[in-house]
């Protein structure tokens, strides 16, 4: 039985998260995908198939990515979003079968699921202007600053949240929770 394409995609989107940080086999990866995932291996070397295809393209993706994003540098980017785009924008450019608007929703859901809303918003951001840029529309500068301003935000956040102090779960009074489903 073939899986929905949505859960196709969110399986290519692991596989290439992982190969940002792991040197795992190809083997190990398939079995931890087919573990967490419940998927047949069938599934995951058909996903494994298209990753190599990305990755083949990466060099150009990545130089897309970097030129575009001019005001957020390639290295800032989390390797949610980072990944999120490197698909998005191969199935933009590179795979005939499916529509740009579809690859960019898909891009945006993928981003709010593994992502925050901030990072969905820098995706759209991206994405779109690739895409206009590949089509020869022009682009939106002032939506593309806008989306980077509240990347830089919300990454500010995160940084002073990562500063506080942990929180001490003795000192809580949790006793006003009713645990009753």
Do not use: H
Request: proline share 4%; charged share 30%.
């Amino acid at each position: 039985m073939a899986i929905p394409q949505k859960k196709f995609r969110e399986i290519l989107f692991q596989i290439l998260y992982a190969a940002d940080f792991t040197e795992d086999s190809i083997e190990e990866t398939t079995l931890l995908i087919m573990k967490e995932l419940c998927v047949t291996k069938k599934t995951v070397k058909e996903a494994w198939v298209k990753a190599a295809k990305i990755l083949a393209e990466l060099p150009e993706i990545d130089a897309l990515i970097r030129n575009t994003s001019t005001s957020y540098r390639f290295e800032r980017i989390q390797s949610i979003e980072r990944n999120v785009l490197r698909l998005g924008i191969y199935e933009i450019l590179y795979d005939d079968t499916i529509p740009p608007k579809v690859a960019i929703a898909e891009a945006l859901r993928l981003s709010k699921k593994f992502g925050t809303p901030e990072s969905a918003m820098f995706v759209n951001a991206l994405l779109d202007t690739i895409y206009k840029t590949s089509i020869g529309e022009k682009l939106d500068e002032k939506a593309l600053s806008e989306s980077l301003q509240l990347m830089k935000k919300s990454e500010e956040i995160a940084a002073e949240a990562s500063s506080q102090p942990n929180i001490n779960t003795e000192e809580l009074d949790l006793s006003s929770i009713d645990d009753t489903p």
